[in-house]
């Protein structure tokens, strides 16, 4: 049964960062993306970045670009998503999906099959 569980979520200055963790499991190969998406109220989720697991391969959202920095460590089978200079824009749950893709793809939500419960993400002084 293949589950994803994000932690690091909270309450974050402008201009600070923070590290956004997805656990994981049940995944049988590495032949999935792994992505991370946003929904900030009364807005339709989008896509932030993604990554393959099987050649690292990644993409991000014009937003976010040379801000925030996705990586996967398959040993540990987590992916990590780190957000440098946040803007109260990036206010949002964040959620962490898995798609069954060897690349990262669009990084379009209608891809994506397996969604963890998600965190949330704050900006504010």
């Known amino acids: 049964q293949v589950q994803l569980v994000e932690s690091g979520g909270g309450l974050v200055q402008p201009g600070g960062s923070l590290r956004l963790s997805c656990a994981l499991s049940?995944?049988?190969?590495?032949?999935?993306?792994i992505g991370w998406f946003r929904q900030a109220p009364g807005k339709g989720r989008e896509g932030v970045s993604c990554?393959?697991?099987?050649?690292?391969?990644?993409r991000y959202a014009d937003s976010v670009k040379d801000r925030f920095t996705i990586s996967r460590d398959n040993a540990k089978n987590t992916v990590s998503l780190r957000l440098n200079n946040v803007k109260p824009g990036d206010t949002a749950v964040y959620y962490c999906?898995?798609?069954?893709?060897?690349?990262?793809?669009?990084?379009?939500?209608?891809?994506?099959?397996?969604w963890g419960q998600g965190t949330q993400v704050t900006v504010s002084s």
């Open positions: 990554i393959s697991r099987l050649d690292g391969s990644t």
């Open positions: 999906a898995a798609a069954p893709l060897g690349v990262a793809g669009p990084c379009s939500p209608a891809d994506f099959t397996y």
């Open positions: 049940g995944f049988t190969d590495k032949y999935y993306a």
